[in-house]
């Protein structure tokens, strides 16, 4: 089935239709093609379209005395009308035949042309106790729209669908069952009752535009704002000069920026004058529906019909788009993440990421979209931006706190026509698998699935499909800096640090006075953050507080279940069901405790779970914590909590891996600089008795070295256990760690001031074997390159003291090789 995502950035040159939407703003599709179909089911499952009805639809229909005219024939009954008045003061015959509709309505209704008595009995023949039999439109007017716009005067919408009409310049309330239609001109029943031609409450004539625009209010300003939020279905309109629409269009515009809802114009044939692409451009149609009136009615029935079966699993996270409203406080609260929910829209208050338009353009092709990232680099906040900036389709956002089983995961599969955002946590190794293997299926539902992940879950979609993962870098470009700064400048901060971490420059925020003073006298982080310190050093039961938050800040949640398997191996067990919340207020906001939801209780055993709100401040926690305890209490700890999370956590390694370790402890603590050295040292020794079974355990250990250690017996031992990593691993795994141990015999090399030709010997054919597998790994290997490139690798130091070695010559091949790799790409 063609998709309609992939006609959005064409591959070739444009077509016809497509040249249009390029000047004129709108796109024509045609009905028969399979695109167009694809495109109207994503639209009408939104549950956001507002059908705007106009005098077209119910043309035709039968009423009291005759069937409802069409505008050709109103016009023409007013003329004769105004004619065969007996008054001299009125147009001739010649003049009225030049007049538009609106001149026409404001002699007909407005002047002492005809008599009021005349005007009233032509509307209640013409215009009330409409009957619409037509099958089609009874069929779409079946759909529960909670409420309908109208240009009619006639009753048959409200009477086929036992309505509440809502008139001009008239204050309403809702109602709690019935549906609503919106009368924007009025409504003939209530023009009977008129005294005067002043009471004659009908919107014709320009006369009658203009007064509207003053005074019906009510119903403009809501009008104003489903033109903003929803997407509209322009059914029968002729869009002529209506003016009160025009100003609807333009108000409901300025409300919000960055909308990106439809407005969709359905008739039977293709715009092909200037004057009608004009009119369609003024009034912001984004696309052009070319179909048979009685199809599209039915197609959009049993699309929306078709909505109440099934799916009730997932219904719970469709995705409303509220926006948090942006002010100095929300913009301070989310970049520090204070008093910030995980289920709070950060869109109005974030920037626009570089990576977004990847994003956008992946979206709108491939049925499933990767992101990953480290940290705090917003991950999150992409997921939310990009369903902000995709309304043609049903939207469902999965935040990082719920936990998706199998039933739900088959849900998602289902769905047709949507977007589905997952966050980081949300869903397991086997599901992410899942969602790889069902590509296919999602693309035949017109559905894609955004999900965002972890560097260590990468490896969950196999090294072909990882390429094609977007990464989002823990630190802003500089047009992203530029951006934060427009916002945070002009209150007083310090402009952001293009080669610090997002995370580094939230650090330097939370430090400034200025903060406190937005935040209208709240506690600062930091103040918060020293202040739960001191209460943990008090308390007996700080050794599991401590692994918890170093469990948070590493795994995002803890479920009660993983609690309490965790306090009993501390000898804790009787306060497992009274201390977790406790501890959780203590923390506030950096973390919150809250009831697990339905899927969350029933696939982890779990009715409550603990969130980590803000991992920046949780991380500073944790180094001050270990600050107080010292290297040795702090080491054992994480080792303990590993021993204790890994009987009953299936991905309980995360704990332990390099990056994380290194991402808590890598601002070192004041005035010891080997701080994060030392910990992370003894963290690895400690842990040799407890996992040196496991090959990765051997992996991690070696990198750790890489990177911390300028010892030259400790760094042979790391190329020793990256040997032994390798060979108990299987080959795709060993490609990252054969690049790991060429980093080290290079470093070696570096260290030891390049002496040892054995030494050269094995980095040079190492660094060879490792490029000699890119197109595995391609990502993994030209990171090295760059790297190198910016002066920060060892593989070109390798391969210039290489040059000349007598004893090399028997590697010659590689060394040529090596080098050759390095001038075409480093």
Known sequence: MASFRSIRIPETAPKANEKMAMTWGFTVRSFDDMATQDFLRGILRTEQCVPFIGTGFTAGEKTRGATVPFGSQWMETMRRQILAAETEDKPGEDEIGEYSFQELSDAYFRKEIVPLEVIKETLNKYFTKTDILDPAKKEFLSIPWPYLYTLNIDDGLERAIDGVKVLPNVAFARHETRRFVYKLHGDADDALTAHNREDLKVIFGKADYIKSLKTNHHLLNDLATDFSEKHILFIGCSLTDEIDIAFSLVDGNSEKTGAKNARLYVTSKPPTTFKEKTKLQDYGITDVIVCDYSIFYGFAAKVIGSLSNGGSVVSKFLFDGELIERSNQTLMRYLVQQGWKHSDDPYDVSIRRFVEKSVKQKLEKDPLVVVWGRRFSGKTTLLYRALHENTTRRRFFLSSSVSVDDQLMNAILRLQDAIVAIDTEAVRYEHLRLLLRSADRLRENNTTVLVAVA???????????????????????????????????????????????????????????????????????????????????????????????????????????????????????????????????????????????????????SHWVLICNSYAWIQYAIRNISESVGVEESASTIVDLFSSAKKIDSEAFQLILFDNLNSIYEQNVAHKADWRNRVIKLVYEKLASVISQEPDYWLQRAKSVYYISNDEIELRAAVEFCEKGIIERDRKASINANLTKANLLGKLCQITNFVSDEDLRKAISTYAEALASRNENPRYIDGLLKRNRYGKGYIRGVCTAAQGRLALLPIRHDLNFVEAYLSNGG
Not at 481 to 498: C, H, N, V, Y
Not at 513 to 519: A, K, S
Not at 537 to 559: D, G, P, T
Not at 580 to 588: D, I, S
């Open 455 to 605: 560097k260590s879950d990468l490896n969950a979609f196999g090294l072909d499909f990882v390429d094609e993962a977007v990464q989002l870098s823990a630190q802003f470009f500089k047009i992203e800096a530029g951006e934060i700064d427009k916002l945070t400048s002009p209150l007083g901060f310090q402009r952001w640090k293009m080669k610090d971490r997002i995370l580094d420059n939230i650090f330097s925020i939370s430090a400034s006075p200025i903060l406190e003073t937005i935040l209208k006298g709240e506690s600062s982080l930091r103040t918060r953050v020293n202040e739960s310190c001191v209460k943990w050093k008090e308390n007996k039961k700080s050794r599991l507080e401590f692994a918890v938050l170093f469990y948070l800040a590493i795994r995002q949640r803890m479920f009660s279940k993983t609690y309490r398997a965790i306090a009993t191996d501390y000898g804790l067990n009787y306060i497992a069901d009274s201390h977790l919340e406790g501890f959780a207020k203590q923390w506030t906001p950096f973390l919150e405790f809250e009831e697990a939801d339905a899927i969350s209780r029933r696939e982890e055993n």
